[in-house]
């Protein structure tokens, strides 16, 4: 082995003992059993990140910053609350990529919920395809 392979090798070593024991961390270790990934992770959480996690917020107060300072848990799109008025799949898939954003962004990284308010499909997507339930719930509705 030359000098400059020894180096490299010497290099590429250090490099992964470094990787290896820098970061880890238990709550983030698929491979740890749930109940010792959770007791992790509540062991490394402030007061702040704790309340931030049991909110949820309504979608048109989601910021990324929001998401990130407040620690935020879940994040609501309420009846009829749109990124824009009729707002492409691609318009709230951006929107929630960035809420998740400012979610992953903190200490922890602790990913959002995101949920909405919609029925049939996802009747605030325009042009989204929604299920006919209505015309099965009005089926039921016969006069007897
Ligand atoms: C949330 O959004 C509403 C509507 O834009 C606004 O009136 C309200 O002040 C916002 N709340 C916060 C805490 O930013």
């Given at each position: ?6 180096t490299t ?69 309420g ?30 990284g ?35």
């Open positions: 082995m030359g000098s400059l392979h020894k090798f010497v290099l590429l070593m250090f490099c992964l003992a470094a990787l290896g024991s820098a970061d880890y961390l238990k709550y983030k270790d698929p491979k740890q059993p749930l109940g010792v990934r959770i007791k992790d992770l509540l062991g490394r959480m402030t007061l702040a990140e704790k309340i931030g996690q049991m909110t949820q917020i309504e979608r048109e107060n989601a910021t990324a910053e929001a998401m990130s300072k407040y620690f935020i848990g879940s994040v609501l799109s009846g009829g609350s749109v990124p824009s008025p009729q707002a492409s799949a691609a318009a709230w898939q951006s929107m929630v990529n960035e809420m998740q954003k400012g979610a992953l962004s903190t200490r922890l602790i990913p959002m919920i995101y949920g909405i308010d919609a029925v049939h499909g996802h009747n605030n997507v325009y042009k989204a395809t929604i299920f006919p339930h209505n015309v099965g719930l009005g089926a039921t509705r016969t006069l007897c």
